[in-house]
């Protein structure tokens, strides 16, 4: 595509723009690297578009660009493999690698959390967050959205409510007698991939989008209230709401997992 002189067709250049986002998707979900990388190509190309740069050599740099840091990923993600592989040979069956540990740390820090009975299957670290969420809902969220409210009205119908029917979404589940489950809406797409065979190849990257939608929401809580905190409001019960926020992020090990 880019060895020719001639100028890219508007249908070429469409299809090179869906690739990098996609290639974006892949190593944001793939990896858990930052959105902020896909949000920062999008600003290259938008500036790119003003300056009426070549779009030929824009996106030229910007397809190695990506697939240079999903390469770095893919390289980093075989020595850990290979160390990993080298330590059982080397320390044999009864000897702990380091992943091992962390997985075992992360069980630890987050036992204490309630399960949601989401699927037998269902991934532990998984049901706990969300276990952990509707705790939070209960317990915190209407001290929470009412102090917000009142420092931040004009949240409204903006920041709030988006918070709000996140929160809806990530912790009412529809009625499920007939297998005594408690599905959230965020996580029905995830137990059908694992209910059906097909799906079972993109599991890990659904894994890891629920993840990051409770972890963006998690800071995204927290962060307003730091805000209004920092123009001198706050209450006794939203200030254990700040510390209960910051416990989960650090149990489950969300710090870095942000949108920016």
């Not at 397809?63 to 330590?87: S, T």
């Not at 927290?222 to 709401?241: H, M, N, T, W, Y």
Request: glycine letters at 4%; one cysteine or more.
């Amino acid at each position: 595509m880019f060895g020719r002189k001639d100028k890219l067709s508007r249908e070429e250049t469409e299809r090179c723009i869906e690739r990098i986002r996609t290639r974006y998707d892949h190593l944001i979900t793939s990896y858990m690297a930052p959105i902020s990388l896909k949000n920062d190509f999008e600003a290259r190309y938008s500036y790119a578009l003003q300056m009426r740069m070549s779009l030929e050599l824009f996106l030229q740099g910007e397809v190695e660009m990506v697939e240079e840091l999903i390469q770095q990923e893919e390289d980093e993600r075989d020595r850990a493999e290979q160390e990993a592989l080298n330590e059982r040979e080397n320390g044999g069956g009864n000897k702990k690698s380091f992943a091992d540990k962390i997985v075992e740390d992360l069980e630890k820090r987050i036992s204490h959390y309630p399960v949601r009975r989401v699927h037998p299957d269902a991934a532990n670290e998984l049901v706990r967050l969300y276990g952990a969420l509707q705790q939070f809902e209960r317990d915190f969220w209407g001290a929470v959205e009412n102090f917000l409210l009142k420092i931040f009205p004009s949240e409204r119908n903006g920041l709030l409510a988006q918070l709000d029917q996140e929160l809806w979404n990530m912790t009412y589940a529809r009625n499920r007698e007939r297998d005594n489950r408690d599905v959230p809406l965020a996580l029905e797409r995830y137990v059908m991939m694992l209910e059906t065979d097909n799906y079972h190849y993109n599991l890990l990257g659904e894994t890891q989008n629920c993840i990051k939608r409770a972890a963006f929401w998690f800071h995204d809580v927290r962060d307003s209230i730091r805000k209004a905190r920092e123009l001198g409001f706050q209450e006794e019960r939203v200030v254990l709401a700040e510390e209960e926020l910051t416990r989960m992020i650090e149990d489950f090990r969300l710090r870095d997992i942000k949108k920016n």
